[in-house]
């Protein structure tokens, strides 16, 4: 017998938390309990789109008996605040990234997961979609040798982002590291299979006095990383690019959220290699000579909708069956909080 689906309350419910709206809306696994919002107007729009209650304090809502996991939207620095009133309410976290914005504060969490026997998992979407996911399985299988370096380059539309916008505030952001770096960190920590160390870092700040460009080199185990981010682009000029240079061929996927992902240097041996790791979501849209194009099966809203809805599943899993193991732990978001505050302090 299937169990029954899981109400989840939205907290944070901007952009980013209308599209999560959307795709909790589509699970059968859950259902949208409740909503959240700091703006009362906002919070009852939503509220009345999916028919449920609107809040505007949190506390509020950790009252409400159908809500058994809380999805927090909201900015960095109010993380580990309001993750603890929910885990020591009784309630699953679904926690948007970072975990938190220092150590302290993440064990702090952790320890009251732990006490609370509550399940607490961070909204790390690389570590949901199929072409990193292959990208994992093929360094893991050893096909194509060992995996030597990765780099990630990231033009990121910051131009979109106005000059108050709490990202640019560290205090309430972390900064580029925090924010937003800890994605690729664990990311590159769960393909590689090694925990990451920050070695070396750099940063820019722009005539507006914003640290708008970092850049840092890491290593995990035996395999060297890069890093670049680069909040200077614009919606329609940003850019991001990981390459994974393996000994017997090189990878690229393209794209924030990617759908696109070519192999080249492949012989004959290494075409062969990747047909075992081509999923049902994935397909081969092009193969000429050393190269091989493989795209998802569906467009980027589409992927990242699905990435979101992977993880919240695996949580709303776990929820029901205390034995089964998270996908993404809180040791993931602690051990990529650390490289962020490394690559911070260097």
């Known amino acids: 017998m299937s169990s029954p689906p899981v109400g989840v309350g939205l907290v944070g419910a901007g952009a980013y ?9 589509l699970m059968p696994e859950v259902y949208v309990a409740a909503v959240c919002d700091s703006d009362r107007v906002r919070a009852e729009r939503f509220a009345a789109q999916y028919g449920v209650r609107a809040y505007t304090e949190l506390s509020a809502m950790l009252n409400d008996p159908a809500v058994e996991i809380v999805a927090l939207n909201t900015p960095p620095f109010l993380h580990a605040e309001q ?5 020591q309410a009784g309630k699953h976290l679904f926690c948007e990234k970072p975990l938190a914005l220092t150590l302290s504060e993440g064990e702090a ?15 790390y979407v690389m570590r949901q979609n199929p072409l ?9 299988a050893g096909v194509l040798g060992k995996l030597l370096h990765l780099s990630l380059t990231n033009h990121a539309a910051g131009l979109s982002l106005p000059a108050q916008h709490w990202f640019w505030n560290k205090a309430q952001s972390g900064g580029i590291w925090i924010e937003h770096g800890v994605h690729f960190f664990d990311a590159f920590a769960w393909v590689v299979g090694a925990v990451g160390t920050v070695s070396a870092a750099q940063r820019f700040v722009n005539a507006a006095g914003q640290e708008d460009r970092v850049e840092a080199l890491a290593t995990y185990g035996e395999t060297a990383a890069h890093f670049y981010h680069g909040f200077t682009h614009s919606g329609t000029t940003e850019q991001t690019t990981v390459a994974l240079t393996f000994e017997h061929a090189y990878m690229h996927l393209q794209g924030w959220v990617p759908t696109n992902l070519t192999f080249s240097g492949l012989d004959a041996a290494g075409h062969a290699a990747i047909q075992p790791f081509l999923t049902d979501d994935l397909r081969v849209t092009a193969t000429s000579g050393a190269s091989l194009v493989v795209d998802t099966s569906g467009d980027k809203s589409a992927v990242y909708r699905a ?4 993880g919240m599943r695996d949580l709303a ?6 034995n089964k193991s998270l996908r993404v732990t809180v040791e993931h978001g602690l051990a990529s909080l650390r490289m962020a505050l490394e690559a911070e302090r260097l």
């Open 132 to 140: 990193w996911r292959m990208a994992a399985r093929l360094r893991e």
């Open 109 to 123: 969490l952790r320890a009251a997961a732990g006490q609370t026997g509550t399940r607490l998992t961070i909204d």
């Open 83 to 87: 993750g603890l009133a929910v885990l």
């Open 317 to 322: 899993g776990a929820v029901r069956d205390p």
């Open 307 to 310: 990435c979101i809805q992977a």
């Open 17 to 25: 938390g209308e599209f999560c709206l959307a795709a909790f809306a």
